[in-house]
């Protein structure tokens, strides 16, 4: 293949990583953030402005898109990269997780997940196998293994079964993604809860079957952030440093920055287009929630300086003015907003790891959303 | 001022007419349709998408935006072209046609309308004087007088004093536009719904109160399209030729040729962006509802050749899964594909009208939208 799936390790500083990743689809700059297109589009935003946002990569739903528009029918229309008119690199997750969050009815055995539609009540069945195709099928850049995602807090008996279930799924997906064509990558996921010990068995075995990249799962699942941040120090550095790293469905512009800084690489959250939809604008000067009565007059953007110009642009008093009056527009733009913000973050992520000053970087990052308390909400 | 409002008559074919129109925030060539942004947006499209599809001129509503935001507000915050972000021409409506289909309860009187808005139940009083107040305070480049617009088929003696009421408001508000900054317009609005008689009666009585532009109101408004037709085909003739004619609420692409075809010179409507919402794509070959199951497994663009970038970049069964799968992308991506299709058609209209084959260019137009029943829609 012309350009097959390869990592290159750019920079580093203490446990932060800078790099790249090159796909059949394009590069990817590391740290990287995936907006997510669970239905093949991200909720509300234009892909021309994703695009424009800096996104190199996206995020789609393996579970939604296989029971709409099937995975055959994505297919047969060339794939998800021309069905969906994104030409750049795609990332689609396994289906497991949505599994457990969304599907009103499921069993979990050995061979795989049966589950009941909450789109149209039919039994579908998830093997590791059919995750595998289906995603060959969809033609993503780079495919997740099937997985158990446990929500947390649980036992420690559930959250071994389940990362032991989904060890013995990831050997199955190793050989049933064998079909996939060239250039393609598959990543395992490491389970195991809030245990060190599972997480580090978890990351042994996967690191033995061998995979492109790495990703750490079953975080974000209902944890304290502190939780999330602990797993996460000790089980990156356990992984391979020659490989990309990805927390999945992670998080807050605090969250990526504390999870970069302890050594991950990918990330991918619905936050900037759900919490946009709702009103909340991550600015420099920290969050804002435009819905609130005293940004009724105020006739400054939300930042003047932004690289988005969504957040030039427009005032606060008028974005304010579109929630109100249930324009999807309002929505849309802060949508917009959070998109360019979460890619710049990643930006300056990317040149503080390679200045050596990511450190600084951080607590530079938090000192300003801390100062905008006393200046953009008064 | 360095930029007064202006009119200026560029050809005719027949009685169709081609123009341009100069206000102080840029020029309106006409043939002119006015993509609708009620409450200061238009729904689900983004301002850059409404210019890039050719819109000169967007018309906003006097009735929402008074309600909310509120036009002091709006004033306070540099008039509406600053508050939304849109530098170009703007035409007000004057809030009476949506006093009559919105408000739950009215009583029009000599001095007014007084209303319960539909937001907070409150009373609001809406005068001649205050409707032109509102429109200075919002700061439209083209206001319209109060008028009462009646829904038909109606008796004639109600046609008739509603009438004569907007012809005395006429009076009134022109009064009133005194106090507007120089380089802005207002537009009489002749009534007299379905009755030659009263329609003639309304023009002469406008004509000699004196207006920048005449609005043909009162149509679409229940009667059957041949009576709309026939309203234009003997109201237009009898208004002023060296001035703007506006036919309020109009219509359907078919609609808009017949009119201009009888003389019209401007149009609003929400079809565009409304029937984009709800799965209807205008094209050159007629009209296509992408939520139609036949559309789900077709990789063709809705028009390869379009000046759209929706309508050649996204396949027909993207459009249709984005519909299926309640992803407002869908909407916005119609309403888009409509707005640069009706600006299409208005260019199509002047260079017809310029090259004195306006008549040719209808049919060929209507010949193209009838073939596509048997092509598009297989």
Redesign the interface.
């Known amino acids: 293949m012309s350009n097959p799936f390869s990592f290159r390790l750019t920079a580093t500083d203490g446990a932060a990583r800078a790099g790249e990743i090159a796909t059949l689809h394009g590069m990817v700059r590391m740290p990287a953030f995936m907006p997510v297109g669970t ?8 892909h ?2 994703v695009r424009a946002s800096g996104a190199d990569i996206i995020l789609a739903n393996t579970y ?1 898109l296989m029971l ?2 099937g995975a055959e ?1 994505v297919a ?3 794939g998800l990269h021309e ?3 994104w030409p750049y690199p795609i990332l689609t997750d396994s289906g497991g997780y949505q599994v457990m969050s969304l599907a009103p009815l499921r069993k979990v055995a050995e061979a795989g997940v049966t589950f009941r539609s909450h789109l149209d009540g039919a039994m579908v069945e998830l093997t590791p196998e059919r995750a595998i195709d289906v995603q060959i099928l969809l033609g993503s850049d780079i495919a997740m293994q099937l997985d158990e995602c446990v929500k947390l807090p649980a036992e420690k008996h559930d959250i071994e079964r389940a990362m032991q279930l989904s060890l013995r799924w990831a050997e199955r997906c190793k050989r049933a993604f064998e079909r996939a064509p060239a250039g393609r990558a598959l990543f395992g996921i490491v389970q195991g809860g809030d245990d060190p010990r599972l997480r580090e068995e978890s990351v042994r075995a996967l690191v033995g079957i061998g995979f492109h990249g790495y990703a750490i799962g079953g975080l974000a699942v209902g944890e304290a952030p502190e939780v999330m941040r602990k797993v996460v120090g000790e089980t990156a550095p356990a992984l391979p440093a020659d490989e990309p790293r990805y927390l999945m469905g992670v998080g807050t512009p605090a969250d990526l920055l504390a999870a970069v800084g302890r050594g991950i690489d990918m990330f991918d959250c619905v936050l900037p287009t759900r919490n946009g939809r709702h009103g909340l604008a991550f600015t420099r000067f920290g969050p804002i929630n435009v819905k609130n009565a005293h940004h ?2 105020d ?1 400054r953007p939300l930042d003047a300086e932004s690289r988005c ?1 969504a957040a030039r ?3 606060r ?2 974005l ?3 929630f ?2 249930g ?4 929505g ?2 802060l949508s917009i907003v959070n998109l360019f913000y979460y890619q710049d973050l990643m930006t300056g992520a990317r040149a503080a790891i390679a200045a050596g000053r990511f450190a600084d970087y951080v607590a530079q990052t938090e000192e300003q959303w801390a100062a905008k308390r006393d200046v953009a909400m008064s």
Not at 39 to 46: D, N
């Open positions: 239905q093949a589009a991200i909720k509300g935003v234009h021309d402005e939604h709409r528009p029918r047969a229309l060339g069905f969906m008119h009724a007059d006739p110009p642009d427009f005032s008093a008028y304010h003015h579109l109100k009056a324009e999807s527009l309002g849309t733009l």
